[in-house]
């Protein structure tokens, strides 16, 4: 093809175009935010990752970390020592009461020694208290917390047996989230004061960390290499900032390919809106082509003719949407904010706009290429015998088409999951959910079809015509709405099982307070103080700390150098928090084995294991396992398995003895009651602390108020995600409606012309779009029960009650909308005499 | 005389399921190049489909056409287009003007799709004969069925054919809008010389013309030569 030909080419196209300029702006708009979409998620997944890359350092607040669940032994105190520490901490969670107001809060205590950190700031208010406070012996304390507890600098905190001066606020540190924190906000103090405190107490959770400045010729990921695995052996842990940053970007990572994958089918439900609209547009332009055809234009030509407008829509809607989606990537931050231990610096790549410029063109290409077909093989006879009813694509074309487009979505699929399982999984779920709205469609035609109902008024009759007549919209509507209303709903029905389940546990007679690190000495006086204050003792719960010495006649040291084993690591360094009873609970269920209730002296210890242990563990009934209790060794046999409801929000186990074992060994206790209100909880707090600064209150009802603030705003991301698809879907339904105007309209003025009174005409619209609104609200209220029971069976493993605000809200909401875009269709046919709107529409 | 359209022993037949329906058969003329030939025949009689097979618009079911000295039954569906925009014209009895195109624009694709430099140029002069010159940036939807025959006819010459295919180039429009329509058709055909056969109902239409090919049932009733007045 010469350059005179591309160029009449695309004189054609625009000329043609041009006419048509409305309708192709809106073929336009169906995928625009679909590729605003994709490119706002890319772009801002690119951005998180160099921001990851290049405040890797930051983040860690060092170039690496050595950290430890328990003080460094010799060999380890030795590696930290030889690697020149720089700054190192103990950190765990404690109450801290405030003076002030006797208020009293759950915290996370960092005592810090050295001027960590190394690299990005402690934010503090005033900004110098980050570095006075160690001078000054006082404490930074969690901006939210202060103004929770209404608390200023020069206040006072205690912590255990000390009281602090608050030298400034705390609004950031390296590598905190809020949302993660607001259980527990952190609280700095110097480390020198640690033991004054009292604090760290047998059985207190606590961590050690070990801050290092690495010197410029230092190879980190050869360091890793070399001591983590020696660090590993002693229970302790290396980790640089790249290794850690790079975990970091994994995670974000999944969220993006979730967030991604929800754009994709935005973008999808674009292209069926894509393929409707050329499809009506080109069906109404075959009598152009057999003119050209007859004219002397060759097959090839009057095809390229309409592809190149599609691929100048494409490319045009792939540019905007690029543009929208590099506006809207700054929104990601402000609702990520929380989630994202750093600040995001927005900066705008190359990449991402290529791809939405490419997704824009092969995406309107694909999807418009199987009416586009229709250009190639009319024959110009049509322009003498006017009907199209010889138009035959042949089968091959039309199914190399569909198994480009498939082969299409599990490609881009494939390459936003980056796992050719998942890849095909969501192909063939989007294919079925189409599949499924498509057939029901299908089938709801053919129904109407068969049970016609003939003895019903013209009005009706008219408008349930209007639903299976030639170049109907039932299908593409219903996919439209269906599709919508399926993605509104799943995330609704998603977000009720998962905040009913802490409703549920919320309002119950469970335990809503649970006292940590009740020392045995303490036990009598601590339950006595709770039920002075009327409340009772739910649970009382032994725990004594153990580590894994010999499994299965093998030892753990061993095991851990035998570079063949499968065992999962964890096993090996674990400290495992044992109890002992005599009972199974509501939340576990036995698998194998026999529950042994208690032991008589010189008995086999017959214990119970759940069954992810006895899996990663690869343990069955009657094996031997040595444990380290404290200093002393203690043979063990397997004597049941247990499924264990992890989920539950109460105080689970994976080893459980039974009693006449532990009665005797180091413990301590965790105690739990419940309380009717927050002020009850606040006085009995404030009392435990006062008596008992060593233990931890954890107030469940504040963890579900966390739990349901981190819901809120994850599904506020995934409602902003769905909102593209909602509105593409509108979009959609706009387009799918007004190409079928002219045809509308025509049949409308000629039904006027007959007699039909305005009221008749505008029934006949209204049913057809009432039926329409509600068959695909309704199938996509359907299939989000489906997908939602699915969920709540194999992933929350959760009971699923429907609520019935779908049902109450969405459905006559989406109907109404629905009904509202196609009346709008015929205003002018309404308002107009018959022949001004047929000289008008042409 | 040198015959621009030879037509031998043509056949249609169309299948539907197991029924045939044959809509030519025996089908054997031949027109002469600069002539003006009609068919006529009642609706039914297989004009349209005679001539949809002339112009190579569709493919016989037996039968062999010579369309300017080239076999159709040899030439693909390409080359056939190809044949059209070099050597045939069409006039429809819908006009079958590209909508979305300008008076100008329609009358200048055949140009256009031959490369033609000057297509604009022409265009405008064609306008100019068929009287509206003044009327080359409106489109169709803005002109009246009369006007949009001749913009039709200004297309159809604009390629300067060989042969020129109309197919009730009257059949829509009022009488003394027909008349005006089929004068102007009968001087371009002269000015330019090309071939014209016109498919009609109207007898005195076809009366105008050299040789009038009668069909009916799909058959050749006649095929004589008149004596123009």
Not at chain 1, 76 to 93: C, G, H, P, W
Not at chain 1, 582 to 607: C, F, M, N, Q, Y
Not at chain 2, 193 to 218: C, E, F, P, W, Y
Request: proline fraction near 4%.
């Amino acid at each position: 093809m010469n350059k005179a030909s591309v160029l009449w080419l695309f004189k054609m196209a625009w000329r043609d175009g041009k006419a048509s300029l409305s309708r192709l702006m809106l073929f336009m708009a169906s995928i625009i935010l679909g590729i605003a979409a994709v490119v706002s998620i890319q772009m801002f997944s690119e951005n998180l990752k160099q921001n990851i890359k290049n405040q890797s350092k930051a983040l860690m607040g060092a170039d690496f970390i050595i950290d430890s669940r328990q003080l460094p032994n010799k060999k380890v105190q030795a590696i930290i020592d030889s690697l020149n520490v720089a700054a190192s901490e103990v950190n765990f969670v404690s109450m801290a009461a405030f003076p002030k107001n006797e208020g009293t809060k759950l915290v996370k205590v960092r005592a810090i020694e050295g001027d960590f950190p190394f690299y990005g700031t402690l934010e503090t208010e005033p900004i110098n208290a980050a570095k006075q406070y160690q001078d000054l012996g006082g404490a930074l304390v969690d901006a939210t917390l202060m103004l929770q507890f209404n608390l200023k600098p020069g206040d006072s905190i205690k912590l255990g047996k000390l009281t602090f001066p608050i030298n400034g606020a705390l609004k950031s540190i390296p590598g905190s989230t809020a949302v993660f924190t607001s259980v527990a906000p952190p609280v700095l103090i110097p480390f020198r004061f640690i033991d004054d405190t009292e604090l760290l107490q047998l059985g207190s959770r606590k961590e050690y960390q070990y801050f290092f400045v690495a010197p410029p010729t230092m190879d980190l990921e050869l360091l890793d290499k070399t001591i983590d695995p020696i660090l590993d052996d002693e229970n302790a842990d290396l980790d640089t900032h790249t290794s850690t940053s790079e975990r970091l970007g994994r995670r974000y990572d999944n969220v993006s390919r979730f967030l991604n994958l929800a754009a994709f089918i935005a973008l999808l439900l674009g292209c069926v809106g894509i393929a409707s609209s050329v499809h009506i547009y080109i069906k109404e332009k075959l009598k152009n082509v057999a003119v050209l055809k007859c004219i002397g234009a060759t097959r090839k030509q009057t095809f390229l003719i309409y592809l190149t407008q599609v691929i100048c829509i494409g490319f045009i809607g792939g540019i905007l949407g690029a543009g929208i989606g590099i506006v809207l990537q700054y929104a990601f931050p402000y609702f990520l904010q929380e989630f994202l231990p750093f600040d995001v610096q927005i900066s705008i790549t190359v990449q991402p706009l290529i791809m939405g410029v490419s997704l824009g063109i092969l995406m309107s290409v694909l999807f418009a290429l199987l009416p586009l077909l229709g250009t190639w093989y009319v024959s110009p006879l049509e322009v003498l015998r006017g009907t199209d009813e010889n138009l035959v694509k042949p089968r091959k074309a039309r199914l190399l088409t569909l198994a480009a487009i498939i082969l299409f979505i599990f490609l881009f699929s494939f390459w936003l999951l980056k796992d050719a399982l998942f890849g095909l999984a969501f192909t063939v779920g989007i294919l079925i959910v189409f599949a499924i709205m498509a057939g029901i469609s299908s089938f709801f035609m053919n129904l109407i079809k068969k049970y016609f109902p003939n003895n019903w008024g013209f009005t009706k009759r008219q408008s349930l015509l209007n639903l299976f007549r030639p170049n109907n919209q039932t299908m593409v509507l219903i996919l439209a709405i269906g599709l919508g209303t399926f993605l509104i709903s799943t995330l609704y029905f998603t977000k009720d099982i998962l905040l009913a389940k802490t409703a549920i546990e919320n309002s119950s007679d469970n335990a809503n307070i649970i006292l940590l690190d009740v020392q045995n000495a303490q036990k009598e006086a601590v339950i006595n103080t709770v039920l002075s204050k009327g409340f009772e003792i739910i649970d009382n719960i032994p725990i004594v700390t153990m580590r894994l010495h010999q499994i299965k006649n093998e030892l753990v040291n061993d095991i851990r150098k035998d570079t063949t084993s499968t065992m999962n690591q964890w096993i090996l360094n674990h400290e495992f928090r044992v109890t002992y009873r005599d009972s199974i609970l509501d939340s576990e269920e036995l698998v194998a084995g026999i529950w042994t209730r208690k032991i008589e002296h010189g008995e086999p210890i017959l214990i119970s294991i759940s069954d992810n242990i006895a899996k990663d563990a690869d343990l069955e009934i009657g094996d031997s396992l040595i444990f380290n209790v404290q200093g002393v060794l203690m043979k063990t046999v397997i004597g049941s398995i247990r499924k264990v409801d992890w989920g539950r929000m109460q105080l689970n186990f994976s080893i459980v003895f039974p009693t006449g074992v532990l009665e005797n060994a180091p413990q301590f206790n965790v105690l739990t009651t419940h309380v009717p209100n927050e002020s009850s909880s606040a006085a009995l707090q404030q009392d435990l602390v006062k008596k008992f600064p060593n233990i931890s209150v954890l107030d469940l009802r504040q963890v579900y108020t966390v739990i349901e603030d981190i819901l809120s705003k994850i599904s506020w991301i995934i409602n902003f995600m769905a909102f593209f698809s909602i509105l593409t879907g509108i979009i959609v339904l706009i387009g799918s409606v007004r190409n079928s105007k002219h045809q509308r309209i025509k049949e409308s003025v000629l039904l006027r012309t007959l007699g039909a009174k305005r009221k008749q005409i505008l029934q006949i619209t209204a049913l057809e779009y009432i039926y329409l609104g509600m068959l695909g609200s309704l199938v996509g209220i359907l299939l989000s029960l489906l997908s939602s029971q699915l969920l709540a069976v194999f992933l929350f493993k959760e009971p699923f009650i429907p609520s019935l605000i779908p049902f109450l809200v969405f459905l006559p909401g989406i109907t109404l909308l629905v009904l509202v875009i196609g009346l709008s269709n015929i205003s002018s046919v309404l308002k107009s005499p018959p022949l001004e709107v047929l000289r008008k529409e042409g | 005389m040198t015959k621009i359209l030879k037509i031998h022993e043509l056949e249609k037949i169309y299948t539907s399921g197991l029924k045939k329906l044959t809509v030519l058969s025996h089908i054997s003329f031949e027109v002469e190049k600069g002539s003006v030939f009609s068919i006529v025949g009642p609706s039914g009689s297989g004009k349209t489909t005679l001539l949809g097979l002339c112009a190579g618009l569709d493919y016989p079911s037996n039968g062999t056409i010579e369309l300017c000295g080239r076999n159709l039954e040899n030439l693909d569906e390409d080359e056939r287009a190809q044949l059209r925009n070099k050597e045939v014209g069409f006039i429809f009895q819908n006009f079958q003007l590209l909508p979305t195109l300008t008076a100008l624009e329609n009358i200048i694709v055949p140009l256009e799709l031959q490369g033609e430099k000057n297509a604009a140029k022409i265009g405008m002069e064609l306008l100019q004969k068929v009287g509206l010159s003044d009327r080359f940036d409106h489109y169709p939807s803005q002109l009246s069925g009369g006007e949009q025959q001749r913009v039709a006819l200004a297309r159809a010459f604009s390629n300067k054919p060989s042969i020129l295919f109309a197919d009730e180039p009257t059949g829509n429009l009022d009488e003394e809008t027909g008349e005006k329509v089929i004068q102007l058709l009968f001087e371009l055909n002269k000015e330019a010389g090309t071939t014209l056969v016109i498919i009609t109902h109207d007898l005195d239409l076809a009366n105008r013309t050299q040789q009038i090919l009668r069909l009916k049932g799909g058959k050749i009733m006649s095929n004589k030569k008149t004596i123009v007045v």
